[in-house]
C-alpha cells in the first residue's frame, strides 16, 4: 500500500470533483423528477451521491487496471442502480419484505416488460436505461447473464434473516452476490473478460462484499441480517489474506505497475473497514458533510436509500 497509495491517491483526487458533478448533471434530475415526496427525495438524493461517488471512484480505478476508458455518466449511474436496487431488495421501504417486488424486479433485471410499483422502483427504471442510453456499446451478453445471476442471489439473500440459516448459504450469498455486482460493474469498463481476468474479478468482488459486511455488522445484526462476519466465520485479517493472495493474480494479468495503484486501492479499503469499525464516530460525524465533499462521500459509509425492512420475530 505504502508503494501504490500515492498513485491511487492522486487518482482520486483528480476523479472525485468530476463524478460529483456528474451526479449533478446525470442522476439528481432523475432523482428529483420522480420522487415527489421531500423526505424520501431527500434521503434518496444522499444515499444515491455517496454511492455513486464510491462505485464510480472503483470502476474509473479498474479502467486505469485494464487501461479501459470509463464513462463518468456511467459510472455513476451504475454507482446509484447498485445502491437502490439493494435497498429495493431488502423490503421495499416499508418494512414489509414485498417479495411481489422480486418478482418485478426480475423482469426489469431480465431485460423484460417492467411495470415498476413504486415511485422508487420507477427512478430505478429510469436509471438502468440511463446505463443504456448512455453506452456507446450494445450492452454485453456476459453483462445481462451477470445481471440475471445477480438477481438470483438477491432474492436468495432474504434468507439470511432466517435465524438458522446454514453456512453454506451463507458463503454462497456472499460468493454469488460480491462476484456477479463486481462482475457487472466491470464489465462496464471492460465488456469481454479473459477466462483468468473474469475469475479474478469475481473473487475480487466476493471480497469487497466481505468488506461491506464488515463494515455493517452492527446495522446488519440491529436489522436480524447474518452475515459471515457477523456470525464469526470470517474476520477482517481473514479478509486482509484473501486481498494479498489475490495480489500476485492482478500482477500476473495486469502487470505490477498496473497493479500497483488497484492493490493500493484495495488496502486502503481494508483500512478504511478497520477504521470504521472501531471509529464509527467518524462515520456519524462526517455523514452530513458528506453531501456536500465528494473526498468525505468517498470515506463514509452513507445512509440506505430506502429503510431496511423490519426484522422478523418469532
Known sequence: MAVGLPGAASGAYRSLPALTRTYETVVAPLVAETLHDPAERARVDGSLRVMSVKFGLAM???????????????????????????????????????????????????????????APELLLERLVYGIEGALRHP????????????????????????????????????RGKGGAAHLILCGLVKPVLEPAERELVMDLGEMLQSLDDYMDVEFDRE??????????????????????????????????????????????LLLQAWVAR????????????????????????GEDALPPAAPEHS
Not at 458533510?289 to 470515506?299: C, E, G, H, Y
Open 60 to 118: 474509473l480505478s479498474y479502467g486505469r487496471l485494464t487501461g479501459h476508458r470509463t464513462q463518468l455518466d456511467v459510472a455513476v449511474l451504475a454507482g446509484a442502480v447498485t445502491r437502490l436496487y439493494d435497498d429495493l431488495i431488502d423490503g421495499s421501504g416499508d418494512g414489509s419484505g414485498d417479495t411481489g417486488a422480486d418478482e418485478r424486479l426480475g423482469e426489469l433485471m431480465g431485460h423484460r416488460a417492467f411495470v415498476p410499483g413504486t
Open 139 to 174: 450492452p454485453h451478453a456476459s453483462l445481462m447473464t451477470a445481471l440475471a445471476s445477480l438477481h438470483e442471489y438477491q432474492v436468495l439473500s432474504r434468507r439470511q434473516r432466517e435465524a438458522d440459516v446454514p453456512l453454506d448459504v451463507l458463503e454462497k450469498i456472499t
Open 223 to 268: 436489522n436480524g441480517v447474518t452475515t459471515l462476519v457477523s456470525c464469526g466465520a470470517l474476520t477482517l485479517p481473514g479478509i486482509a489474506r484473501r486481498l494479498r493472495a489475490a495480489r500476485p493474480r492482478l500482477v500476473a494479468v495486469h502487470g505490477g505497475r498496473a497493479a500497483r495503484p488497484y492493490c493500493a486501492m484495495l488496502y486502503f
Open 278 to 301: 472501531r471509529l464509527p464516530v467518524l462515520g456519524r460525524l462526517a455523514r452530513r458533510p458528506a453531501r456536500r465533499s465528494p473526498v468525505l462521500a468517498f470515506l463514509s459509509r
